[in-house]
């Protein structure tokens, strides 16, 4: 008989996932949460046929240097910005990312962000928990906040997660405005209720700006001082991105002065690190990188990324065909050696 190939999962799983590629592989499951080394990530890499990774482990060229086994890099999201693409593909290694399922569960949590800012959710809830509320003289006009519904929503990157975003305002009776690299198709624009506008138009129009970009070298600081300084100081801003797109000290200045309302932040410059002039302010909301975390859908990601394992090193129902790949011509090249 001969050896099951090894795969390599960097973050623990739903065992059930698990279960799933025991069946076809011998699998070395990490059991704890941790950022690794570029050294180690290189050392895990080396003796497996496959991994199954997160986004703090960035798959480079130098972590690819020598590695004559590994032929997957399955990532556990659908941003892939820890991987390099190009270096994977000049070394024959298929990548794929997890799109699509976790469109809704993100759209549903920057809404979570965008109502918890607004209405100080966070701050009041400290509040109460640390007993304050009893003996306190509460007043009729403490702990006001933003209005959400009736005002303008402007979202900045209008992928299928900021369309789901737009399509919910209507509930809300929003008026919905974004900026994208391109326009929407006319039907997609209807179903979204939302008008294209300039970025400076964007900033200045957004009552609650929702930043919904892929991280680029471009994208870099896309919102910095020049922008928050745009912004009307009533405004929200929530960043379920990525971090670095927005730059951490400057909206912390922006926050602390008045210049801005407040902040719903889901990532971070530096991840797990966050910046401590955030961490001091109470109009801000920060949560762990968790936008994608219900229950069935980091099931589905999970499953996703385990699928694409499985098909790619030619088991299942799907053998040869792993549904999200990054670079799929990595897969012809293999035939093309096999031939
Ligand atoms: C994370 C995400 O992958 O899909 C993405 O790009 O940022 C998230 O879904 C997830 O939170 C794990 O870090």
């Not at 592989?25 to 059991?31: L, S, T």
């Not at 403490?142 to 997660?161: A, F, K, P, Q, S």
Request: proline share 5%; glycine share 8%; with cysteine.
């Amino acid at each position: 008989m001969t050896a099951k190939p090894k795969v390599w999962v960097a973050r623990p799983l739903f065992p059930d996932v698990l279960a799933r590629l025991t069946e076809y592989f011998d699998v070395q499951a990490e059991a704890v949460e941790r950022p690794r080394s570029p050294s180690e990530l290189k050392e895990r890499l080396a003796g497996v046929d496959a991994a199954i990774v997160g986004l703090t482990d960035k798959v480079d060229a130098a972590t690819l240097a020598g590695n004559q086994r590994l032929r997957v890099v399955a990532n556990l999201g659908v941003g892939f910005n820890n991987l390099d693409v190009d270096a994977l593909t000049r070394a024959g290694v298929l990548a794929s990312n997890t799109p699509e399922v976790l469109n809704e569960s993100v759209a549903d949590y920057a809404w979570a962000l965008m109502l918890a800012a607004a209405r100080r959710v966070g701050a009041a809830e400290r509040w109460l928990r640390a007993g304050q509320w009893a003996g306190s003289q509460m007043r009729f006009d403490d702990w006001l906040g933003v209005d959400v519904h009736g005002r303008t929503l402007g979202i900045l990157g209008m992928g299928r997660i900021g369309q789901a975003i737009a399509r919910r305002a209507a509930g809300f009776d929003m008026k919905v405005v974004y900026h994208n690299r391109s326009r929407l198709a006319e039907p997609l624009e209807r179903a979204c209720g939302a008008t294209l506008v300039s970025k400076p138009e964007l900033l200045r129009l957004a009552d609650h700006l929702v930043l919904v970009l892929p991280y680029t070298a471009a994208n870099r600081h896309a919102i910095g001082a020049p922008e928050l300084a745009q912004m009307k100081p009533s405004a929200v801003l929530v960043n379920i991105a990525r971090g670095g797109i927005v730059d951490d000290a400057a909206l912390a200045a922006a926050l602390r002065e008045g210049r801005l309302a407040a902040a719903g932040l889901d990532v971070f410059e530096g991840e797990p690190a966050v910046h401590p002039g955030l961490l001091a302010l109470d109009n801000v909301v920060l949560s762990p990188h968790i936008a994608s975390a219900s229950e069935d859908t980091r099931r589905d990601m999970a499953n996703i990324a385990a699928d694409n394992v499985i098909a790619a090193l030619g088991f299942g129902e799907a053998a040869g065909k792993p549904p999200t790949p990054l670079n799929p011509a990595v897969m012809d090249a293999w035939a093309a050696r096999k031939a």
